[in-house]
């Protein structure tokens, strides 16, 4: 459906019957007290939620601080490394810059979307919403603009960043000394406002939201999903056999992949390091995948319904973890260019790697839980 042709039916009422946006089931609309919530019987999904006008002020607040917190953490520094007197400052964007250096311009836009780009747009499209359903308005675009909100969520990954940062911190203390800077606590600041407002949107959001629901077109949507899926099944073996990186210290060059990577971390006794990264760079890909082709497989099928949804919801909250990996590499890049002293490299696995979670989260937002509920293939 195109952005000209959106059509927001009026707010329904009491009484009124509707269908459940993620399985179709009918329901009936009714007054929700301060607190209850409205979920579908038969799968579980949120339908209504009351529009807290507190709820919204809170989140307009979370989202205006959010905007501030993201100009302060990228204009201070996140942490220094020093080896043997020589030191290095990492902003967030100087691991972008490192990466454009290395000529991995792919890498580089990847980061810079997830952890400055989309945040931004997060933020400030959220502000523009909740400032109109604070005044009582309704401002152009708004409904479609807080559908974009929603899109842009799963792309927010400033957290997902400052669990890489301090991934980062352990490897980098076995090879010198890292001081956190003011741009650190920006970072924990920001992450804590994206985590709340995320919570804040049941009850900040835009009112109808929940009716704007384009029709799919559910033969597209398998095939473009399956299509996704198989390339990133390919991918995932180059993925984990190549090197993401080149870590040079004196005396010592090695090429890590991501299964080297955890091992080093493991033999140092960073073991809490080492299950991090082994879980959301491992574990989390080949287990996205393999859900994403069994839910494919039984596309159709009136068999474990309820599973399956919980199994897609489940695959939607984990998926983005797996960018873990790349923003180590890019912090990793960005602080450990001391010449002989100490530097890091992207490899070609990391390019291969950045790909495959790419196609899991496409393939994850091409497929819908409505094709779950479906009893015949179209």
Not at 201 to 216: L, T
Not at 348 to 369: E, H, I, N, P, R
Request: net charge positive.
């Amino acid at each position: 459906m195109s952005a000209a042709s959106v059509h927001v039916p009026p707010l329904p009422q009491p009484g009124d019957w509707d269908e459940c946006h993620a399985c179709e089931a009918p329901y009936r609309h009714r007054l929700l007290a301060r607190g209850e919530k409205l979920r579908c019987s038969r799968c579980s999904e949120l339908l209504a939620a009351p529009r807290v006008a507190s709820a919204r002020q809170r989140g307009l607040a979370v989202a205006l601080t959010g905007i501030v917190l993201l100009v302060l953490a990228n204009a201070f520094p996140v942490m220094t490394f020093d080896v043997a007197g020589a030191r290095q400052s990492n902003h967030v964007f100087t691991g972008v810059q490192g990466l454009l250096a290395q000529d991995y311009a792919p890498l580089a836009a990847l980061v810079f979307f997830c952890a400055i780009l989309a945040p931004a747009l997060y933020l400030v499209l959220a502000c523009y919403v909740l400032t109109a359903r604070c005044l009582g308005r309704s401002w152009p675009g708004d409904v479609r603009i807080w559908r974009l909100v929603e899109k842009l969520a799963p792309w927010n990954l400033v957290p997902v960043f400052l669990v890489a940062c301090m991934v980062a911190v352990v490897r980098l203390d076995l090879l010198g000394t890292v001081t956190w800077q003011k741009g650190a606590v920006f970072v924990v600041l920001l992450s804590f406002c994206c985590l709340i407002l995320e919570q804040l949107r049941e009850n900040a959001g835009q009112e109808g939201d929940s009716r704007f629901r384009p029709q799919i077109d559910v033969r597209i949507r398998r095939q473009r999903a399956l299509a996704l899926v198989v390339s990133g099944a390919i991918l995932y073996p180059f993925a984990n056999l190549l090197p993401v990186m080149t870590m040079t210290v004196p005396g010592d060059t090695a090429a890590l992949t991501v299964w080297g990577g955890v091992l080093e971390l493991y033999h140092v006794g960073l073991w809490p390091a080492a299950v991090i990264v082994f879980l959301a760079s491992m574990c989390i890909p080949i287990l996205k995948l393999a859900a994403l082709g069994w839910l494919l497989w039984m596309d159709g099928k009136p068999d474990y319904q309820r599973g399956r949804a919980k199994i897609y919801r489940v695959v939607e909250t984990i998926g983005t973890w797996s960018m873990v990996d790349i923003f180590l590499l890019s912090v990793l890049v960005a602080v450990g260019q001391l010449g002989v002293l100490a530097s890091v490299r992207a490899e070609l696995g990391a390019l291969f790697f950045a790909a495959v979670l790419v196609c899991t989260l496409f393939a994850a937002s091409s497929y819908d839980m409505r094709m779950i509920w479906r009893g015949a293939r179209a």
